[in-house]
């Protein structure tokens, strides 16, 4: 029994110790290619964080997680992000949904640097990106028509065409 509750204690501080917690990046200053780099696994880490965490009004660990991005990609000089037309017109309708797109940016080009100056290239994983977590109902997702079409051409295969890339 008392094994039990030792183990029990041990992964419940485990937990807390490697529970990611945003909200204090949401304050951070970013000015200088030097702090960005700094930063740049604290980037990764909100980026996969808003991807694999539902859309909630009420989360403020990923309210922090998408300020802190968006500051750092900003201020970061090692990569170029540009929000095409097609995302654009979505982030008009859904902040949430601009925030998984950014992030989606953020992953592919950290993981595949060699890949991360092709805007078309990074605009398609992002756009795959964001169809796969649209089509994830537990995501909480408003599908309006647009997303409906997206998540359609990307089961496909077609979401290149699609985007006209």
Known sequence: MKKTI???????ITC???????TSLADVNITTAEQCRTYDSKALEA????????????NNNR???MSFLIKWMTATPDYTF????????????????????MSAMVKFCMEN??????????ELAAMHALA?????????????KDLKKLIAADKEGKLKEYLKL
Do not use: P, R, S, W
């Open 6 to 12: 030792a183990l029990l204690l041990t992964l419940f």
């Open 16 to 22: 807390n110790i490697y529970a990611q917690d945003f």
């Open 47 to 58: 980026a996969n964080y808003i991807l694999t965490t539902a859309i909630d009004g009420t």
């Open 63 to 65: 309210f922090g997680a």
């Open 82 to 101: 540009e929000l095409g037309g097609a995302v654009a017109k979505m982030g008009k309708k859904d902040d949430f949904l601009l925030a998984v797109y």
């Open 113 to 122: 640097k060699d890949k991360a100056k092709d805007k078309k290239e990074v």
């Open 132 to 144: 796969v977590y649209a089509a994830n109902e537990a995501n909480n997702v408003k599908l309006d």
